[in-house]
């Protein structure tokens, strides 16, 4: 079994060689990587790179070959190795299309953004917006409904509940809630779902709304 | 047959008063149901309609009724009723002031209508709040008056044998959820519905039926009992522990203690402090050692048994209530890899090798499927959100750098609250930008600390902008923290 200071030298040495495909570097470190306990700040500082590039090539390592290969032949920057390991095989192939598109149109122009939000908002058009996003198309009537209705099952804390009443006068002016608002939204409807204030069929008369409330959260 | 008068002596306003309580709905439902369950005839199934329909809300039970005797004093104010009826054991209460109280909560008028067993006679007391406050102070302003008749088909009660009907009308809330209602029945009467006790809600859109209440415990933390201790090891508690997915501010949490199959103990908290940290712990135990009058003595009791079990089972405890503060504690319950980590914790703690199965668990999004995390199930949005362009860097010799931002949520990197990726790509192609990707690791203990999201994000940016410039672009110290330091004034004016 390899010393410690010898596997660090073979994920160097892999790194550093330029002759080497993406494919080759990332299963080479991967395997050297995960032959040993090492950890990532040990690892990164001895090859001099960030925590953050080296976790980036070990995620690419959980793909298939075929996505790796495609990573490959697009070759995008390493900024969004990230975003290409931590999506779906859809969100991945979507991105990577629309680069390799974007690289043959866009010869004579620059890109407008990062390519890691170009890559980003590709993924996106195929997953749909975030829970949070789909939480923020909830209609300030639903919204008063369910505040309304918490009053008899008394689910939310005093606060919650306050704020659920605050956040439906928002919707209702028309107001969209800001990213904390609607992460505290989420876990108030997550917590009314719990207690079964918001149910499929639910025998309350309100079947419509929470199931589009539901539609939504889950 | 005839009407026969009860002396009532307290304030004409204390029934007013009573029912002024902070009692939802459902828990002065809750009341009166606790009531017909504790008539219920031993050896027969009783059943619970509760009807809601229309303008009233009737609890209606199959039950023993009530004698002249029984209801004379239970319309009393404040009556010590253990002195006149056989509890069974589990009984809930025994002074009389729940209905009263419970009923004057719903409404400003009710009936009752009981039919006791083996007696052909129906009984009948209306009370009318408005009126009774109306009445002059005296002695007289109290009575109560018990009509008897032949049992009436045409009553609540129907064509029953026996049982008691509570008819609250005027009420003060006509917003009545019957999922609100069976959701608190299932919870409060678990045991009871669990051994066959039938209560029904009756609603304009149909009847609905308390179901035993699945318990929904946090994937893995289910732990297996089976202490033995004492002096020669006498006594064995067997059964199983886990934590709620939600913390209880109701109390309904804790250890149900059976003795020989009988529910001796509800929701008791005698081995942990009760707080709402702890509120997600709830058990079934098996104690067959304990005294067969554990009921009535409750958990005061000095038995050795007993007390033996308390230092034990204190102790054992311990890593449950652990992790039941932390899970507890600010939106870990929300953070799937801190769930995880807690959970696993707790099976080390318990000696648990493989995680123990969770039949009951009901299992949703938060949570995940808890199968083998394969690619096709990913998506983006689990880890990463929001990649966001940021005001670039325009440096002398290098050209623009893109920045962009986004948030991880990331099991690896926990030791760092953020980092970068590199990429120059001024020499392989002239037609993009060197960009500069800043990564915020939302696991790490600093993003705990109340930090708005724009100074999180300028934070980490600026850091690593200075770290590229040292470390990737070989530029000395003091440049680097100019050119930090006037992107930052950039970017904050």
Known sequence: MKSKYEVLEDIKQIWSNDTLSLTEKVRGVSNAYYSIGLDLLTAATYIKETPAELDAILSLGALDDDILEKIEEVNPPKTTWPLLANASREESLQALSALEKNKAESSEKQMPCALSQFVYSQMVEISGPTAEQKIGMISGDDLFHLWKKNKSFNALSEKDASVLGSFAHQRKRGKALTPKQLKWLTDILRTLKDKKVIERNSIDGDQEICNRVLDLLE | ?493
């Not at chain 2, 039919?115 to 209306?126: A, K, Q, S």
């Not at chain 2, 089976?226 to 006594?235: A, S, T, W």
């Not at chain 2, 098996?286 to 079990?309: H, I």
Request: hydrophobic share 35%.
């Open chain 2, 1 to 493: 047959m005839g009407i026969r008068i009860v002396k009532n002596y307290p304030s004409p306003r204390l029934m007013e008063n009573i029912g002024a309580t902070n009692q939802t709905t459902q828990e002065a439902i809750g009341e009166l149901v606790a009531n017909s369950l504790d008539a219920r005839i031993p050896g027969e199934p009783i059943k619970i309609d509760i009807d809601i329909r229309g303008d009233e809300i009737a609890i209606i039970d199959n039950g023993k009724g009530m004698t002249f005797d029984v209801l004379e004093n239970a319309v009393c104010i404040a009556e010590d009723m253990s002195k006149y009826v056989e509890k069974p054991d589990s009984a809930k209460g025994f002074f009389g002031m729940g209905f009263k109280t419970s009923c004057s909560t719903l409404g400003y008028y009710y009936e009752i209508y009981t039919r006791p067993i083996g007696e052909e006679v129906e009984y009948h007391v209306e009370f009318d709040i408005a009126e009774y406050a109306n009445r002059p102070n005296g002695a007289d302003a109290w009575d109560v008056k018990i009509e008897d008749n032949s049992p009436n088909p045409s009553s609540p009660l129907g064509k029953a044998k026996h049982g008691t009907a509570f008819v609250v009308s005027k009420l003060k809330d006509n917003q009545k959820y019957p999922s609100a209602i069976r959701n608190y029945l299932e919870r409060a009467f678990k045991p009871e519905i669990k051994n066959g006790a039938e209560i029904v809600i009756i609603d304009d859109s149909g009847e609905y039926r308390a179901e035993v209440l699945v318990d929904e415990y946090i994937r893995g933390s289910r732990i297996e009992i089976d202490e033995v201790f004492g002096p020669n090891n006498k006594y064995h508690i067997t059964g199983w522990m886990a934590l709620n997915k939600q913390t209880n501010n109701d109390g309904n949490y804790g250890f149900n203690i059976y003795r020989k199959k009988q529910l001796v103990a509800q929701y008791d908290k005698s081995w942990f402090t009760a707080h709402l940290m702890t509120s997600r712990i709830f058990d079934e135990v098996n104690m067959d050692f304990l005294d067969a009058t554990f009921y009535k003595q409750g958990v005061q009791q000095a038995s050795e048994g007993w007390l033996y079990s308390k230092i034990h089972m204190t102790q054992f405890l311990k890593d449950m209530v652990s992790a039941s503060r932390d899970i507890s504690r600010g939106g870990n319950v929300n953070n799937q890899t801190e769930v995880k980590r807690i959970v696993s914790k707790l099976n080390t703690a318990y000696h648990v090798v493989e995680p123990v199965s969770t039949p009951e668990v009901h299992e949703d999004a938060t949570y995940g499927s808890g199968e083998a995390e394969g690619t096709s199930t990913t998506s983006i949005h689990d880890s990463i959100r929001n990649v966001i362009s940021e005001d670039s860097l325009i440096l002398q010799d290098q050209g623009t750098i893109q920045i962009a931002f986004f948030e991880q949520e990331n099991d690896n990197n926990t030791i760092l609250p953020f980092d970068y990726i590199f990429s120059d790509l001024s020499e392989d192609d002239d037609n993009q930008k060197a960009e500069l990707q800043v990564i915020v690791y939302k696991n790490h203990p600093l993003w705990k600390k109340k930090i708005d999201d724009e100074t999180r994000s300028i934070l980490a940016i600026q850091d690593s902008i200075y770290r590229m410039l040292v470390e990737k672009l070989q530029y000395d110290s003091s440049k680097a923290l100019k050119i930090r330091n006037e992107w930052l004034t950039k970017r904050l004016g």
